[in-house]
Every structure is written in C-alpha cells, then in structure tokens.
C-alpha cells in the first residue's frame, strides 16, 4: 500500500462523526437504513449521535451501529447554554451529518459551530439560502420524489464516494425487560393470542401547525367500532404522553371494553405492545415508522404531506389519500403548514371518510 494511499485508508476507517439528530423521531428512525450502512463501511470509526428529544434518544439507544448518545434540548436550555455546550463539542469530529429533514438555520449553526470539516447536509429546493444552508460543506439536492430513507443514504453516498446496492429496513430494538411488559399488559386486559389487534394512533406532530394532519379523533372512534362490532377486534390506543387526552377521547367514543389506551415508560415499550398488532392505522406520525419498523401492515391516513417522502418503508401498507389536485401541499420547510384552498381549509384529511379508512383495513383483513 502506497504512503498516499495509507493515509486515505486511516483518515477513512478512523472517521469521527457525529450525526446530528435534533428534529423528530420519525426523522431519527428514518435515517437507522443510512446509518447501518455507514457503520458498515467504517466498522472501526467511531459514531455518535446528538438528539434533542428524548424520544429519538430512545430511538438510538439500543442501536449497535452507534458508539454514544448525546441529549441536549437547545430549545429549552436557551443560547448561552446552547453555545457553552456546542463549545464542548467543538474538534472532536472530523464529520457532521444533518439527519434529512432538518433545514432550519439553527440546526445548520450547530453543525457549523462545532466545527467538523466535513459537514454532510442536504441542499433544500425550498428557503435553503435563507436557513443558511450553504454553511455545509458536502450537499445532495432534495429531490420531491425520492423517500427520507433513500435521501439520507444518498447522502452518506456522497460523503463516502461509494454507491451502495442495498436499503435496510429500519431498525428500532426493543429489549427483552420491554417485551416482558408487553407479556404482562396482554395478560393483565386479557388479550388472548388469538385476539385479532387493530392499532390506532389518532396523533401527530402539532408544531409548525402540523396538528391539521390528523384525522379527526371521532373518525377513529366510528372506526373502532366498526372493527369491534363486525370483525371482533382489540383496538390499542397508542401515542405519547402529551396525546394521553386524545387517546381518551377516542376510547370513550369507540364505548367498549375492547378498546385499550396505551399508557407506557417510553417508546420502547410501547412500541414491544405495538408488536402483537396485525394491522396499524395511523396519521402521518412518528408512530407510523414505528410500525414500519416492526413490519407491521400499515394503514397510513395522508392528507397534506406528500408520501413519498414519507410513506411506510419496507413494509406492506396502503395510503388512504383523497389525491387533490392542490396536495402535496407541505414541503420540507421551516414555515407552518397552511392550506391555500378556499372552499374547505385542509379537506384532504377534513373529507377522508371511515368507509375510505375501512374499506383499506378489510383488504389486509382478508389477507389476514
């Protein structure tokens, strides 16, 4: 081996990289695919992770391609400890990668601060220049067609220079402590092995406005009820603790001892409960992933985003969608999500109807 080539072949095998994981959980398991494929290629690299939320934290925690897991929450801790801890960060990587999607200039700061040579980024076809985009240094264009998944392994592509043959599923572990609460929840409601268990989560992301993404909880409830009276289905209510009152709402509605809500220590346990689902009706949520994550049959309700960004991957499932002529209508950008109609203000997801949603459920019953 030349001394050039020498050179190349330890900068490369010894990367220090930090992935930067400060926007959502669905964001942080989306980018699980790229990330196995990275370690992959630099088993003796060292990887670590910075999250913001606690659940994308849960998300890594178990994860066997990453060497740390850093959690700091810069929206509550404020610019001075912001920089103060950005500071302790800084020379300690040679790489960043900006998880796709994260395209506000804050998350592009952080990046920059910390002051990695190589910072991996995506270049955004909306408001990049204005997010300070152009402070990465290695960039792929966003591309409206193309999944998360496949953008966040195009992006490892070009910091690599290696074109891969291969896009994992995603990849959430759950321990054995989890999945021996999941035994007990089944035990304690008397959730029998036979049961046929339905799924819900009504939820979402309410930042930015993405609250208009949900389907109406009273929808979900004409939905369960359907399910309990004509197929005899358990319907498990998941999401998290700031969705405990939407969870609630539905079960009361659905009115039935065979509807459950899902109240957990964490994502990781609820996502072993998740497991014994057959099917999973969902919004366009964090929850949704999960699923995927667990090759679970997704029903997935879709109104204002566009799946192809983000519909489930590498798992069967059906997107209930009107297919307006105005939708997609939301694009990553860090402006709220709005609707430009003027008949009825977001009624891609306000006239999906239960039929719509039950009819897609009964087609993966009869596979059932």
Same mark, same amino acid.
């Given at each position: 081996?030349?001394?050039?080539?020498?050179?190349?072949?330890?900068?490369?095998?010894?990367?220090?990289?930090?992935?930067?994981?400060?926007?959502?959980?669905?964001?942080?398991?989306?980018?699980?695919?790229?990330?196995?494929?990275?370690?992959?290629?630099?088993?003796?690299?060292?990887?670590?992770?910075?999250?913001?939320?606690?659940?994308?934290?849960?998300?890594?925690?178990?994860?066997?391609?990453?060497?740390?897991?850093?959690?700091?929450?810069?929206?509550?801790?404020?610019?001075?400890?912001?920089?103060?801890?950005?500071?302790?960060?800084?020379?300690?990587?040679?790489?960043?990668?900006?998880?796709?999607?994260?395209?506000?200039?804050?998350?592009?700061?952080?990046?920059?601060?910390?002051?990695?040579?190589?910072?991996?980024?995506?270049?955004?076809?909306?408001?990049?220049?204005?997010?300070?985009?152009?402070?990465?240094?290695?960039?792929?264009?966003?591309?409206?067609?193309?999944?998360?998944?496949?953008?966040?392994?195009?992006?490892?592509?070009? /910091? !690599?220079?290696?074109?891969? =043959? %291969? $896009?994992?599923?995603?990849? +959430?572990?759950?321990?054995?402590? &989890?999945?021996?609460? *999941?035994?007990?929840?089944?035990?304690?409601?008397?959730?029998?092995?036979?049961?046929?268990?339905?799924?819900?989560?009504?939820?979402?992301?309410?930042?930015?406005?993405?609250?208009?993404?949900?389907?109406?909880?009273?929808?979900?409830?004409?939905?369960?009820?359907?399910?309990?009276?004509?197929?005899?289905?358990?319907? /498990? !209510?998941?999401?998290?603790? =700031? %969705? $405990?009152?939407?969870?609630? +709402?539905?079960?009361?509605?659905? &009115?039935?001892?065979? *509807?459950?809500?899902?109240?957990?220590?964490?994502?990781?346990?609820?996502?072993?409960?998740?497991?014994?689902?057959?099917?999973?009706?969902?919004?366009?949520?964090?929850?949704?992933?999960?699923?995927?994550?667990?090759?679970?049959?997704?029903?997935?309700?879709?109104?204002?985003?566009?799946?192809?960004?983000?519909?489930?991957?590498?798992?069967?499932?059906?997107?209930?969608?009107?297919?307006?002529?105005?939708?997609?209508?939301?694009?990553?950008?860090?402006?709220?999500?709005?609707?430009?109609?003027?008949?009825?203000?977001?009624?891609?997801?306000?006239?999906?109807?239960?039929?719509?949603?039950?009819?897609?459920?009964?087609?993966?019953?009869?596979?059932?």
């Amino acid at each position: 081996m030349s001394g050039i080539n020498a050179a190349y072949f330890f900068v490369f095998f010894n990367m220090k990289i930090l992935i930067i994981v400060l926007s959502g959980i669905g964001d942080a398991l989306m980018f699980t695919p790229a990330l196995k494929l990275l370690r992959n290629k630099i088993p003796d690299g060292r990887i670590d992770a910075l999250v913001m939320y606690q659940g994308a934290g849960d998300i890594y925690k178990n994860n066997p391609n990453l060497d740390n897991v850093y959690q700091f929450n810069f929206l509550k801790e404020g610019v001075i400890a912001s920089l103060k801890y950005i500071s302790q960060l800084r020379g300690k990587y040679d790489t960043t990668i900006n998880v796709y999607p994260s395209n506000r200039k804050e998350y592009n700061i952080i990046g920059f601060l910390i002051g990695a040579k190589n910072r991996a980024a995506v270049k955004y076809l909306r408001k990049d220049f204005s997010n300070l985009g152009f402070l990465n240094s290695i960039r792929i264009t966003e591309n409206d067609s193309v999944h998360n998944v496949e953008t966040n392994i195009k992006l490892i592509e070009k /910091l !690599l220079n290696k074109k891969f =043959d %291969e $896009d994992p599923t995603l990849e +959430l572990i759950v321990t054995e402590e &989890d999945e021996i609460r *999941a035994q007990k929840f089944f035990s304690e409601n008397n959730i029998l092995k036979d049961d046929l268990v339905i799924g819900f989560h009504p939820g979402c992301a309410t930042l930015k406005n993405h609250i208009k993404r949900r389907w109406e909880p009273e929808k979900f409830s004409e939905l369960g009820k359907k399910l309990i009276d004509h197929h005899h289905t358990k319907i /498990l !209510l998941f999401g998290g603790p =700031d %969705e $405990d009152e939407l969870k609630k +709402l539905v079960k009361v509605k659905i &009115d039935s001892q065979d *509807a459950f809500v899902i109240n957990t220590n964490g994502i990781l346990q609820s996502a072993a409960i998740m497991k014994r689902c057959s099917i999973f009706v969902t919004n366009d949520s964090s929850q949704m992933h999960i699923a995927a994550a667990q090759q679970l049959k997704v029903v997935a309700i879709i109104g204002p985003t566009n799946p192809n960004y983000i519909h489930p991957w590498k798992t069967e499932h059906k997107i209930v969608t009107l297919n307006l002529d105005c939708a997609p209508c939301f694009f990553y950008s860090p402006r709220s999500l709005i609707c430009s109609r003027d008949d009825v203000q977001f009624k891609c997801i306000k006239e999906l109807t239960v039929d719509m949603v039950y009819s897609a459920v009964k087609e993966f019953l009869t596979k059932t």
